[in-house]
Structure formats: C-alpha cells, structure tokens
C-alpha cells in the first residue's frame, strides 16, 4: 500500500486518485503537520529535561486539561518578614472560595544552610499535604522555576490538582527557619479559583 | 444559529505578546500600570515571564472589569500594615533564566478588558519592570 512515507522515502508512485473520479488525494505535507501544533511557546517556554514546571504538552494543551477547566489564576502569599533565627513560625491561611491547588511559591532571603522548611496541613479535612516538613525549594521551586503538583510525570503525563473545600477552606502551614539569622521568608500557594472538572 | 443561514465564525489562534512597563519609583507603594487587552480579540493566557532591576518588589494583580483579584492575602495582616502582594520573583521567571511561568490552566482575557498592577519597592531605589504575558489572540474569523 503506497504511504506519504513510503511514497516519500521510496518513491513508489503517485497518490492514488480519489474513489469518487476527482484528483488525486493530497498528500499530507508538512505546513499541515506543522498546523497542528497548538501551543509554539511550548518549545520556547519548557526545558529540555522533562520537569515538573513543564506542564504544557506539545501539539495538545495542559496536563491539568483532563482534571480541571476554566477558573482564574490565584496566588496566596504567606509572609514571615521576618522569622528570628532558627525560629518555628506558623500561619492559618484562608483561601478564597472553591480554590484548587496547582503549585507551591516560596523564597527566602537567607539560603545557606537551606533556608527553611515548610509543613502544609488542609484543617478542613485534617490532612497532611506533606509527610514532614519539607526544604522550601524541593516543595515550591521559584517562580522561574516552579514545580507542579502531579506524580506521575513523564510519558503518561498525569497530573492531578488538589481541591479544597469549596467555601471556607484553610490551611495551616508551619515554617522552620534553618538559617541562624533573620529569613524574610514567603511561602504561597498557587491554583485555580473557581473553574470546573473536565468532563470526563 | 439554526435556521439563520449564518455560520458560527472560526476562532483562530495567534501567538501574541502583550507588554507592561513601569519605573517603580524608590519604595513606591501600590505604585499602578495598566494593561488593556487589544480590541481586535480575546487573548489566552499562558506564560508570564518577569524582568526587574530589584527583585525587592512586590505586586498585585486586579482585573479591572471585574474587580477580580488574582493575589490574595494569606495571613492576617498586623494592625497599620497594608497587602501589598507577591514577591515578583515568585511570580514568574525570565524567559531568559529558566523559563516563563506556566499558568497551567489557560485564561481566557476578553478584549478590551483592563489588568491593574500595583508595585510596591523595598528596595529603596528605582525599579525598572517590565512584565510580560505570552499566549494567543483568539480572532474570530468568519467561515466562508
């Protein structure tokens, strides 16, 4: 059976005429495969390894796209400014109505002896978002830098957002400062308010 | 539709940038800039990428039509303290760095709609921001 492939790389022959007598079937070509490429920034914007900030898939869309839709883009920040030396301080952070969490952010002023950890606990449903506290860069990233929440990255390209309680959720982060001075220190979630599961 | 004759036109996407640059003044507080979305299209949300001469600097976003805001305060602010925002290094990256931020979940901008930034400097000296959002115009094209 003659193929674009097989009629480009081996020559064998002209595309067939079309079955209803009309001319012959045009062969896909390139400026057409090129066409289905919906997102170029995807190239430009996502790194060469393949990192959880890399949430955009070539030629399709988002990973969150199977899991959530529509909704605006929601950063809370959580300042410490700043903690003492090797102080714990916590917050009680309020989220806006019906948020779904994407991503972490956090920065530090002081980052030698690795800045501070952070401990993230939902209060409406008593759970645990991390184990134990966790190193500030390992859990946020950086805005240049960011890391998404999803387990599963790589060929399968799973991600799977976290949703809060629709109204009135919290959640209660603790941060350790690791330096032995003053750390101004922000730590904050980012995700999606409002929106809706995909379909399925 | 149905019945009219009329086709529902195409929407197509082009790759667009759209810019905002401020001079932050020396410990400017809630200092403003504006973003208006073209007339021509609806613009789709991807990227945001960040460039600043400080990164003591923080901002916050509002849209204008709405009076949605996209930064929230996540602690309770002490007495005679005001919110002035994220740090913008935790907001987005440089393309040029590390890569832009990815919104993840695209947002739709209608047209004509306006963003307000405020950006608040702790760095004591003149901030020189430009910020960027990369993504599409969704132009609507009639179908022949």
Redesign the interface.
């Known amino acids: 059976m003659s193929t674009f492939l097989s009629r480009l790389l081996f020559k064998d022959g002209p595309p067939p005429a079309s079955p209803d007598g009309g001319p012959p079937l045009r062969p896909l070509m390139l400026p057409r495969i090129i066409a289905t490429f919906?997102?170029?920034?995807a190239v430009?914007?996502?790194?060469a390894a393949d990192n959880q900030?890399?949430?955009?898939i070539e030629g399709d869309?988002?990973?969150?796209d199977g899991a959530?839709?529509?909704?605006?883009?929601?950063?809370?920040?959580?300042?410490f400014l700043p903690l003492g030396p090797s102080k714990t301080g916590r917050?009680?952070?309020?989220?806006?109505d019906n948020f779904t969490l994407?991503?972490f952010?956090?920065?530090a002023s002081s980052n030698v002896k690795g800045g501070f950890r952070v401990n993230v606990y939902d209060i409406n449903r008593r759970i645990r978002l991390t184990e134990r506290p966790v190193n500030f860069n390992l859990m946020g990233g950086?805005?240049?830098?960011?890391l998404?929440l999803g387990g599963d990255w790589g060929p399968s390209r799973m991600a799977l957002p976290y949703q809060f309680q629709p109204f009135n959720a919290q959640v209660m982060i603790t941060i350790v400062n690791l330096e032995t001075v003053n750390n101004s220190i922000?730590f904050?979630?980012y995700g999606?308010q409002g929106?809706h599961p995909a379909a399925s | 539709m149905a019945g009219s004759g009329a086709t529902a036109p195409q929407i197509v996407?082009i790759?667009r940038v759209l810019v905002v640059d401020a001079a932050v003044t020396a410990s400017a507080v809630l200092f403003p800039a504006l973003l208006t979305i073209p007339q021509d299209a609806d613009f789709e949300?991807?990227?945001w990428a960040?460039s600043r001469t400080s990164a003591l600097l923080k901002m916050l976003l509002t849209?204008s039509g709405t009076s949605?805001q996209?930064?929230?305060?996540?602690?309770q602010l002490t007495a005679g303290t005001q919110f002035l925002?994220?740090?913008?290094?935790?907001?987005?990256?440089?393309?040029a760095?590390?890569?832009?931020?990815?919104?993840?979940?695209?947002?739709v901008m209608p047209a004509s709609r306006q963003y307000t930034h405020q950006f608040s400097d702790t760095s004591a000296a003149p901030n020189t921001v430009e910020v960027v959002y990369?993504?599409f115009a969704l132009l609507a094209v009639p179908q022949s």
């Open positions: 919906e997102n170029i920034f430009s914007g996502n790194t900030k890399d949430v955009y869309g988002s990973v969150f959530i839709q529509g909704g605006t883009p929601t950063w809370i920040p959580c300042d917050s009680k952070m309020a989220l806006p994407l991503a952010f956090a920065s950086t805005g240049n830098s960011p998404f922000e904050g979630l999606i929106g | 996407k790759p949300w991807w990227w960040i849209e949605r996209m930064i929230f305060p996540g602690s925002g994220v740090n913008v290094d935790n907001l987005a990256g440089t393309v760095g590390n890569g832009s931020f990815p919104i993840a979940v695209p947002y990369h993504g």
